[in-house]
């Protein structure tokens, strides 16, 4: 039997109620093994810079193989998320681009925008996301979007040094 995947949620004030709804979706349905990272409550608030390096390391440590972060529109999140090596994050703020998230770009974290999403879409774009692979329904641009890919990681190589 294949081990669960686990996944890694953080947000900050503007995200937790999306965050709290997705987290409560994925504990329940039981296939991914879930890390939340808080916010815990809208009494505790923790800003983006300080919540997205949590989903990041996890994921770069192995602790988690995929990362969902949600603020305020998602764009902070990704940003602070992609100063972490190996990190892919990618908004997506809809289903075709959750699903492009992973198949263009190999995305290992999606940042959500919590006063753009309501929490049915927002389940349902993580689901697409993590149900799609790198390169599928785009087979037939494969070999261009693996070297893209791999032009990213030299990318990330000459600048995290």
């Known amino acids: 039997?294949?081990?669960?995947?686990?996944?890694?949620?953080?947000?900050?004030?503007?995200?937790?109620?999306?965050?709290?709804?997705?987290?409560?979706?994925?504990?329940?349905?039981?296939?991914?093994?879930?890390?939340?990272?808080?916010?815990?409550?809208?009494e505790k608030?923790?800003?983006?810079?300080?919540?997205?390096?949590?989903?990041?390391?996890?994921?770069?440590?192995?602790?988690?193989?995929?990362?969902?972060?949600?603020?305020g529109t998602g764009q902070g999140m990704a940003i602070v998320a992609n100063k972490h090596k190996g990190i892919y994050a990618c908004v997506a703020d809809g289903i075709f681009s959750g699903e492009r998230a992973k198949i263009i770009n190999n995305a290992n974290v999606l940042t959500l925008g919590g006063w753009i999403t309501a929490p049915f879409l927002g389940i349902e774009i993580v689901e697409a996301w993590l149900a799609m692979k790198f390169t599928e329904k785009m087979e037939f641009k494969k070999d261009f979007l693996t070297n893209a890919f791999n032009q990213v990681k030299e990318i990330e190589k000459e600048n995290f040094r």
């Open 1 to 42: 039997m294949e081990e669960k995947k686990t996944l890694a949620f953080a947000s900050d004030l503007s995200g937790f109620p999306l965050k709290k709804a997705l987290v409560e979706h994925f504990s329940e349905a039981g296939e991914y093994r879930v890390l939340d990272f808080g916010i815990q409550s809208e």
């Open 45 to 71: 608030p923790e800003p983006y810079f300080v919540q997205a390096p949590k989903v990041a390391k996890a994921v770069q440590d192995g602790r988690a193989d995929f990362g969902v972060l949600v603020c």
